[in-house]
């Protein structure tokens, strides 16, 4: 049928006042009561099936059905519970099935309200889903309850519907007040209209003074209280809550204020019912941008909290306060809908579409602009930052959960709040929209594949914290930073307790403490036995830091600073506890008659300040207890330059704690008895992954000194072909083992192979090797994103020593397993003398990350010679 083409209601007299329903029309019935919309809908279902339409019921209400089942209704079950993308996805899907000239009949629109606790959102259903109904030409019945809904939602529902009818029952009458009827037009076709919603009944306009009145009057029992309508029913449950709180009925509301607010995972509720008052829920709320969800990050960050406050004894003390902003889940989906995106969204969602959409998604958030009331809101909370650096941090709902960090797979920006309220305003946007886009990002969208969680609501909420730190000179940065370990895994020796905390700090902000950085190194420390370092070194500058990342405020950018040009300005209390002289750098300046001071930090002196290093491991410790797992938590150390060393010389701020995975369980195995001349290699305590024994089918080695003497240029080429292994292993089922020079997953083509993550899942170990003639050495990156991706998937993780007698070893096991066929050297045939990838027999694995032990070994049928 041609689009406008006319579709008969069922109702011959309402026919006739409206010139028929037209193919493409949406209908929203207001009513007061659901039986009155039954009944409507009932006789236009009834006269679609006469007329052989396809006539689908979408059914997702806790009211009674709307239509029965009977032949010829297709009825589609949903449930909005399960959020918002993904019944409006569903009811896409159902559409697109069904195709054009469809008929739908939908359930209460209220219904939505209640599940998703504001009528934004409801109405951001009904944005999506009246258009592509009309762009296929569909006729679809809609019902609100009266008198429930903010009047902003019903104007954003009567600009995108195309007819809106009031529907009344008074006893035995019927009423119709049409509010709009899109392309059609008679002299009396907005007069209220008593009628008859039989097939044959009439439908006349009121013209009457008498019938008037009388009608009015009617409406005035259906018409309640409206003094909260200028609100959206989210502000009016708040209020609400707000009353009941200051008159001691909180109960009544608290699972109200906890469902709305804290992302619905059950383990974290339960330890937050522990600590976290309808007081503090009102806090939360009152410092929230939008409506919806606060997500994973800032509940794991306000969870901390609470749970440090209220056990450790001295947190009043040494805790800095807490000033976030949270930019609700809903924001997120109301800024697609308003740079109609949505319909991109939905396709991008499609297996075609998951990876070959994302690009054009990711652009169109990037182009996008937030509604003025959004806008309003941004201002405000700038206006109470003043000109502090903030942080724009992701929060989305899975994030930080137990089972999914999420560690690196999403943006955070900094803000240096610098300028004009304009550009502040700019930067904020700016800011805002980019971590929207990283869910668009190949390695987030992979990483939720992989775990099956493409089709969970992700919605996206953000964390917006004021950056903890100092301006030392025009550079602002915390004294220290970094990431705190409840249980430490990597013993890298044994006179570490088993289990106990870890430090992985630096100078600045943390952001080098989470990453990997070319050429520098966080300080490893057991707040326990803080002397105890991994790499025993006389060179005291090679495992160090030389840069450290702050705001610039001369500039107003976040940047890296050789530590060199901040030193001047570090008070001597920071001095004493970060710097120390780099002995080796500067004996070889006097070696060439020249003199001067050469720093790097490596947090040495944090070992005298056991203030400090106990107070993290209280904190840790108490986290763990009580979210009964290990846990890891961002934090910073401000100290207080008054020359004084003691409990209030300091403040510690966390500024995220999530469940933390770990890798070393399995059932204890006996160290396998090898003979020295089977193994292929051994490694003592520099190992990190689960319990382990296993053959291995295939063994990569990356040739540490080919890979250094190519050009820097072509060594991405080798990550690719790495990568493409790794899918092979993937898809084939097979057990590989990587060993590559430097660090793994590097930024840094010079430091290691510059693989992602996506590169090297589908191995089950990988080892990073020291190679002394190419300078490459390994680093065991505990703590970083990289590590959280490698636990998460249970992949083993080790470091070893340069050792020309094993090369020698390999070179036996060439001779009976190289594999020099394999597609990757079609593809990349100069790479074969670099790339070595073996399919050896009998090559067996075995780990024991907790007594620091693993083997690479051939058994004796075929043993290494």
Known sequence: MAAFDRIASGMGGLDTVLDSFRLGDNIVWQVSDIDDYRTVAVSFARRALDDGRVLAYIRFARHAEILPAQEGLNVFQLDPAEGFEAFSGAIHDIVSQLGKDACYVFDSLSELEESWNTDLMM?????????????????????????????????????????????????????????????????SMFFPHRFSPKPDGECLPLTDGVELARFYGALREHDLEEGNRNLDSWERFFLECRLATESARDEVYYDGMLNRLISPDPAMEKLLRSFISSSHLLSIKDRLIGSGRIGGKAVGMLAARHIVRSTLENAETVMEPHDSFYIGT?????????????????????????????????????????????????????????????????????????????????????????????????????????????????????????????????????????????????????AFAGVGYSSNEWRWSADLEPGGSMLRIVLGLGTRAVDRTGGDYPRLMSPKKPALV??????????????????????????????????????????????????????????????????????????????????????????????????????????????????????????????????????????????????????????????????????????????????????????????????????SGLAGALISPGRIGTTSPELGLPVTFADIKGFVALFEEECAEAGYQPELSYGSHFFQDLVEVGILYGALSDDPSRREREEALMSCGQDRDNPVFAQYPDLSPIIRLYRPRNLSLFADAIRGKCLCYVTEESPVK
Not at 165 to 187: M, N, T
Not at 436 to 441: E, K, N, R, V, W
Not at 606 to 612: G, K, M, N, V, Y
Not at 625 to 644: H, L, S
């Open 123 to 187: 109405g951001n259903f009904f944005s999506v889903t009246c258009p592509y109904l009309f762009e296929l030409d569909t006729v679809a019945h809609f019902a609100l309850l009266r008198n429930r809904h903010s009047f902003e939602t019903i104007a954003r529902i009567r600009d995108t519907t195309q007819l809106l009818l009031d529907l009344y029952r008074d006893a035995d009458d019927w009423y119709v007040h049409p509010l709009k009827v899109w392309k059609r037009y008679s002299p």
């Open 330 to 478: 809903d924001v997120f989906y109301t800024f697609l809908v308003h740079n109609n995106l949505w319909k991109l969204r939905m396709s991008q969602r499609k297996e075609d579409g998951y990876f070959n959409r994302s690009r054009e998604l990711r652009d169109g958030i990037e182009r996008g602009r937030f509604p003025d009331n959004l806008k309003d809101q941004f201002v405000r909370m700038l206006e109470y930052f003043g000109q502090s650096p903030i942080i724009v941090r992701s929060s989305s709902l899975l994030e930080d959960s137990f089972g999914h960090a999420f560690a690196g797979k999403y943006e955070s920006v900094f803000c240096p709040n610098a300028g004009s309220p304009e550009d502040r305003l700019t930067a904020l946007e700016n800011a805002i929209r980019t971590v929207f886009a990283s869910t668009m990002d190949e390695s987030a969208l992979a990483y939720r594949l992989d775990r099956g969680l493409a089709e969970r609501d992700e919605q996206m909420a953000l964390l917006v914290q004021r950056v903890s730190g100092t301006l030392y000179g025009d550079f602002y940065m915390p």
């Open 534 to 731: 991994p790499h025993a070194d006389a060179d005291n500058g090679r495992y160090a830091q030389r840069q450290v990342d702050g705001i610039d405020f001369t500039d107003g950018i976040f940047c890296t600073r050789e530590l060199s040009g901040i030193v001047q300005y570090l008070p001597q209390s920071i001095r004493d506890l970060a710097l120390e002289h780099d002995r080796k750098a500067e004996e070889h300046l006097r070696e060439r008659g020249e003199y001067g001071h050469i720093w790097i930090a490596n947090c040495s002196g944090l070992e005298r300040r056991q203030d400090i290093l106990g107070t993290l491991d209280a904190m840790l410790a108490c986290l763990q207890r009580e979210y009964g797992c290990p846990v890891d938590v961002e934090f910073t150390v401000n100290i207080q330059d008054d020359g004084e060393i003691g409990n209030n010389a300091y403040r510690v701020n966390i500024l995220q704690c999530r469940p933390l995975q770990t890798i070393g369980e399995g059932l204890q195995q006996e160290v396998p008895h090898v003979k020295p001349e089977h193994v292929l290699f051994s490694i003592e305590n520099d190992i990190l992954g689960p319990v382990q024994s296993r053959t291995l089918d295939v063994l990569v080695h990356v040739d540490p000194i080919a890979y250094y003497t190519m050009p820097w240029k072509d060594k991405s080429r080798v990550a690719r072909a790495v990568g493409s292994i790794g899918r092979q292993l993937e898809e």
